[in-house]
C-alpha cells in the first residue's frame, strides 16, 4: 500500500522560505511526485511535479522562479522548496504520486497525503 506522509509546513512571514518533505512507502517512489495546494474556498491547483525517471520539472506560472521540487530516491522523500513567499501561496500543501504518464490534473493522481499547512503573513 502506497502511504504518502508530508512535514514542514508552518507559519512564517512574507519573503521567508520553507522546506516541504513528502516522505513515501510502499513503492510509491516508482511514481512521479507532485505537489498540490488547497487555499480556503479554492479548488485544489497543481504547483509542481517531478518525473520518477528522468527527473523532469514543472511548475504552476504562480512559482515558477519561486518553488523547486526535488527527489531523494535513497531516502525516497520529495521536497518542496518554496522561497520569497507571498500570502496567496498559504494553503494545504498535498504530495501526491501517479503512476501513469504526465499530466497535472488533480483527478488524475493515483495517491494523496493527508496535506500540511502553510501560513504566510504581510
Do not use: H
Not at 509542481?48 to 527527473?55: T, Y
Not at 519561486?66 to 525516497?76: C, L, P, Y
Not at 503512476?99 to 504566510?120: E, I, P, R
Amino acid at each position: 500500500q502506497v502511504q504518502l506522509v508530508e512535514s514542514g509546513g508552518g507559519l512564517v512571514q512574507a519573503g521567508d522560505s520553507l522546506r516541504l518533505s513528502c516522505a513515501a512507502s510502499g513503492g510509491a517512489f516508482s511514481y512521479s511526485m507532485y505537489w498540490f495546494r488547497q487555499a480556503p474556498g479554492k479548488e485544489r491547483e497543481f504547483v509542481a511535479v517531478i518525473s520518477r525517471s528522468l527527473g523532469i520539472t514543472d511548475y504552476a506560472d504562480s512559482v515558477k522562479g519561486r518553488f523547486t521540487i526535488s527527489r531523494d530516491g535513497a531516502k525516497n522523500t520529495a521536497y518542496l522548496q518554496m522561497n520569497s513567499l507571498k500570502p496567496e501561496d498559504s494553503a494545504v500543501y498535498y504530495c501526491a504520486a501517479r503512476l501513469g504518464g504526465w499530466s497535472t490534473t488533480k483527478d488524475d493522481m493515483d495517491y494523496w497525503g493527508k496535506g500540511t499547512l502553510v501560513t504566510v503573513s504581510s
